[in-house]
Each structure stands twice: as C-alpha cells, then as structure tokens.
C-alpha cells in the first residue's frame, strides 16, 4: 500500500516539475518576444526620424523657394515637434517591453527563481505579460515609461531640438535680412 502513495507522490512531484519547466519555456519564449519588439521598435523609431527629415526638409524647401511661402518658415518647426511626439510615444512602448524584461532578469537573478525551483511553480512573476500591463499602475513603471522622459532621451531631443532650432534660426535670419 506504501508502495502506491510513493508512486503517487512521485506522478505529482513530476507533474509540478513538468509544470514549471513548461512555465520556465513559455518564459523563455516571452523573453524572447521582448526583444523582437524592442527592436522592431527601434526600427520604427528610426523610420520615424527618416520621414521627419524627409517631410521638414521637403516643407523647408517649399517655403523658402516661394517668394509667398518665405514667411511661413517659421511653422516648419512644428512639423519635427509631431514627429518628436510620436517617436517619444513609441519609445514609451518600448519602455514597457524593457521594464518587463528587466523584471524578468530580476527574477532570474534574484531569489524568485530558486524560490520557483522550491515550490515547483514560478513564484513572484506573471507569465505573458510582455507589455507589464500588471504592474500599469505601480509609481516605478509609472516613472520608467514617462512621456517627460521619453521626450527628453540623448538620442530623441537634440535631433528634433536641432531641426526645429534650424527652422527658427532660417526666419529669423529670413526676418532681419
């Protein structure tokens, strides 16, 4: 009769074990769908610096080639201020898939994984939330994924700070000639 519970202890321990090794995959898998979007957005990021260069020089151009249009040049510097905008939206995004994906590295090199490995489940971690929808409303993703600091990051702000700067500096010397 002990010789049935022990078979049966040992089908439940393998069940869990197989459970957190499936939940230690789709994990995996997560961390990996992380990084594709991270750098998908990365790609659009710099799609969207392309076309804002692309649509101010192009609405530069239009202004100062016409002698009526001369003194709208001034209004070019709102069109990098909407790219600026909508590259800082984006970041943002990426911002959640970073958070969450230092989470994971957080988990795996905290306590949490050796805590799993206790418990035969993942423990302190929600599986598939790529985005870190769950912790949405905590104050320290709330901080990481600001648009005030998305707006302001080394390689966003001087780029669209200098195209706007350009526009303005062109009417003003449009302006005093």
């Known amino acids: 009769m002990s010789q049935i519970g022990d078979n049966h202890e040992q089908d439940s321990l393998s069940l869990k074990e197989r459970a957190l090794q499936y939940q230690l995959d789709f994990l995996k898998l997560e961390y990996g769908a992380i990084h594709d979007a991270i750098r998908r957005i990365d ?14 020089a192009g609405s530069l151009g239009v202004a100062l080639g016409s002698k009526e249009l001369r003194g709208y040049v001034a ?43 206790k418990e035969r489940r993942i423990v302190g971690l929600v599986l598939l ?19 005030r ?10 780029f669209y700070g200098g195209l706007v700067a350009i526009s303005i500096i062109v009417a003003v010397v449009l302006h005093w000639r």
């Not at 969207?48 to 649509?55: E, P």
């Not at 990098?80 to 911002?95: G, N, T």
Request: glycine share 6%.
């Open 43 to 56: 790609e659009t990021t710099q799609g969207t610096k392309n076309w804002s260069v692309i649509v101010w």
């Open 149 to 158: 600091r998305t707006l302001r990051f080394k390689e966003v702000g001087p």
């Open 75 to 117: 209004l070019t510097a709102v069109v990098p201020l909407l790219f600026w905008y909508v590259d800082a939206q984006w970041r943002r995004i990426q911002r959640s898939f970073i958070f969450r994906s230092r989470k994971i590295g957080d988990f795996l090199s905290g306590p949490g994984l050796a805590d799993s490995m």
């Open 129 to 147: 939330d790529p985005r870190a929808t769950k912790e949405s409303n905590t104050e320290e993703y709330r901080k990481f994924t600001a648009i």
